[in-house]
């Protein structure tokens, strides 16, 4: 069964969207619901989603991937558009298939350091390939998102820095300034003024064909563009524009991926444990700063929870409350994003170090030791 989280997307698509069945009856459906034993050289999507849909050709190819952040944030979201745009896209490219296959050579996976999730130590020691269906079936089973925490938990234990790609997974377009339309394949709706979207020259209404040479079938499938992108890189995109199709050239400017918002993540839960003893932080908004009468440029991360569990409590226990504001930290004291800022920590600093932090509360400036577990 699916997480709570996409249980109205999932209803929708297996049992109440009827015009649906005859796009699906052209494939071999297959529902996989652990992560055992999945091939992660094949099986390579956005863990943190909770419904995700790969669509192959038979021999193995990807024609392209689906998952929507819509549905995360709210389970009652049944729309299914998006997802049939994505469906149809798979039919068209299977159709021009085998000549097509050069284009569809970067939306392969990628080369993985382990085969299955149960070749990673963390999840090796506490799963078996085969779930308990007699017994305790739900904590037999891996789910998606504890594979993004078990790769990150490798490069923990052994002190070495986290990769971007595993702190800033599968970017949203948001991230470059692009909002794109939910019931579409890719279409925009909205360009950030002054970001590399606007950039490029990208207006309301293009419909996004292709991103560096990959033909495009939805969102997820612009977001594992980003994924596997360099930093920096240019990325060439052709868009239709009333009927019209027209060249840009995408410019990511060095640091880009680190601009992309992963507080909403399941991941950032574990990485908050391991950077920031279990705090969750809101860089505070300009007129919250005027009220306290704080700088626009520096350092003003509210305090919206601490945890109270495990190493989720060491923040906690190292004195932060709360309602804090965390004005300075291993020095830094320069405006930052949650996101940043766990990056941040997570590639300069190793467990069993101890940060020195300046918070605010009330009125009172406090000096408190961070530990990284």
């Known amino acids: 069964m699916p997480c709570q989280a996409c249980a109205g997307i999932d209803a929708a698509v297996l049992l109440e969207e009827k015009d649906l069945a005859p796009l699906l009856n052209q494939f071999v459906l297959v529902r996989v619901i652990d992560a055992n034993t999945l091939d992660l050289e094949l099986f390579q999507f956005d863990y943190d989603l909770s419904f995700s849909a790969l669509f192959f050709n038979g021999d193995g190819t990807v024609y392209g991937r689906y998952g929507s952040w819509r549905h995360q944030k709210d389970p009652q979201d049944k729309t299914t558009a998006g997802f049939r745009r994505a469906i149809e896209g798979a039919l068209a490219l299977h159709t021009g298939y085998a000549t097509n296959k050069t284009v569809l050579i970067g939306k392969q996976g990628l080369p993985s350091r382990f085969k299955t999730p149960l070749e990673i130590p963390t999840l090796a020691a506490k799963y078996k390939p085969a779930l308990d269906w007699d017994g305790q079936l739900a904590q037999s089973c891996v789910h998606c998102h504890q594979v993004g925490e078990a790769l990150r938990e490798t490069f923990r234990a052994k002190q070495q820095p986290m990769p971007d790609n595993l702190i800033y997974s599968w970017p949203s377009p948001e991230t470059i300034g692009l909002t794109l339309a939910a019931d579409e394949a890719a279409k925009v709706e909205a360009v950030t003024p002054g970001s590399p979207a606007a950039r490029a020259g990208f207006k309301p209404g293009d419909n996004?064909?292709?991103?560096?040479?990959?033909?495009?079938?939805?969102?997820?499938?612009?977001?594992?563009?980003?994924?596997?992108?360099?930093?920096p890189c240019s990325l060439s995109v052709t868009i239709d524009r009333n009927g019209v199709r027209t060249q840009l050239s995408l410019t990511l400017p060095s640091g880009w991926r680190k601009k992309t918002d992963i507080s909403r993540r399941v991941g950032a839960w574990g990485m908050r444990g391991m950077a920031l003893g279990g705090m969750v932080l809101e860089d505070l908004a300009d007129t919250a700063r005027t009220e306290r009468g704080?700088?626009?440029?520096?350092?003003?991360?509210f305090v919206k929870s601490v945890g109270e569990y495990g190493k989720h409590a060491a923040a906690k226990n190292a004195g932060f409350k709360k309602g804090d504001v965390l004005v300075e930290l291993d020095g830094k004291s320069a405006r930052s994003t949650e996101s940043?800022?766990?990056?941040?920590?997570?590639?300069?600093?190793?467990?069993?170090e101890r940060l020195k932090a300046n918070v605010l509360r009330g009125g009172e400036r406090f000096e408190l030791s961070l530990p990284m577990q």
């Open 208 to 231: 996004l064909i292709s991103l560096d040479g990959q033909p495009l079938i939805s969102l997820a499938d612009v977001s594992w563009v980003l994924h596997c992108a360099g930093d």
């Open 294 to 301: 704080l700088g626009q440029d520096r350092m003003a991360l």
């Open 340 to 352: 940043e800022l766990l990056g941040y920590l997570l590639q300069h600093h190793n467990p069993g």
